[in-house]
């Protein structure tokens, strides 16, 4: 069955150095999502990409975050210069029609 | 805006108990309504979903049915095991999921042998 990949799945960083995160969308997903879930609360959206291009980036911090889907498939999400409160895990979804699936996340903990 | 609002956990139940867990929204419209769950160490999984009122979205032992006139899409379980000790997020999305998905905090659930 196929999945939406994440890398790395765990990363430790210190404050103020920049961090990136790939996701690799299922195989035909034109729709991709960037989600940020906080300890202990629900996934909130950061960025949605329709192909390559940006449909919804409201929430996105843009004065530190940027994320790129340059080619419609995979996508980075970069964060630059990372704070405390970035500490969170950062979930890359995928959806054809009417289902989201999502990636194991890649859980970030700044120092 | 639109929101989800859904029981605080932990709940805990012992092996075989019935489960509900409350979920009520707000929105303009006639949204979608999901049910994830979250295993330890593991992404979200899509657990079950309705699109329109009065649907029934039922998987694995679990039901919800979309309540408009209440606006709430409960989840429950009729006799629940150890393996479904995890956490569930309520969700809603205005386009079917093809559009952002808005997330309750999330419950957590212990099953008890």
């Known amino acids: 069955e196929a999945e939406v990949a994440q890398s790395p799945r765990y990363k430790i960083t210190e404050k103020s150095q920049a961090v990136a995160f790939w996701c690799d969308p299922i195989s035909g997903h034109a729709t991709l999502y960037w989600y940020r879930q906080i300890l202990g609360q629900g996934p909130e959206l950061l960025v949605q990409?329709?192909?390559?291009?940006?449909?919804?980036d409201s929430q996105l911090p843009k004065d530190r975050f940027s994320a790129e889907r340059l080619k419609g498939v995979d996508s980075t999400l970069k964060i630059q210069p990372a704070e405390l409160g970035d500490s969170a895990m950062y979930l890359c979804?995928?959806?054809?029609?009417?289902?989201?699936?999502f990636g194991p996340g890649t859980r970030l903990l700044v120092l | 805006g639109n929101s989800v609002t859904q029981m605080e956990g932990p709940v805990t139940l012992s092996e075989e108990a019935f489960l509900t867990i409350n979920c009520t929204y707000t929105?303009?419209?006639?949204?979608?309504l999901f049910w994830y769950v979250q295993y330890p160490g593991e992404g979200l999984q899509l657990l079950l979903k309705?699109?329109?009122?009065?649907d029934k979205g039922s998987n694995k032992g679990f039901e919800a049915t979309y309540r408009k006139e209440t606006t709430s899409f409960h989840l429950e379980k009729g006799s629940v095991q150890v393996s479904d000790s995890a956490v569930y997020f309520c969700a809603l999305s205005d386009n079917a999921g093809d559009d952002k998905i808005i997330f309750g905090k999330g419950t957590r659930l212990h099953i008890l042998p």
């Open positions: 309705a699109t329109k009122a009065d």
């Open positions: 929105a303009t419209g006639y949204p979608s």
């Open positions: 979804a995928s959806s054809l029609r009417e289902t989201q699936y």
């Open positions: 990409f329709q192909d390559e291009s940006v449909v919804d």
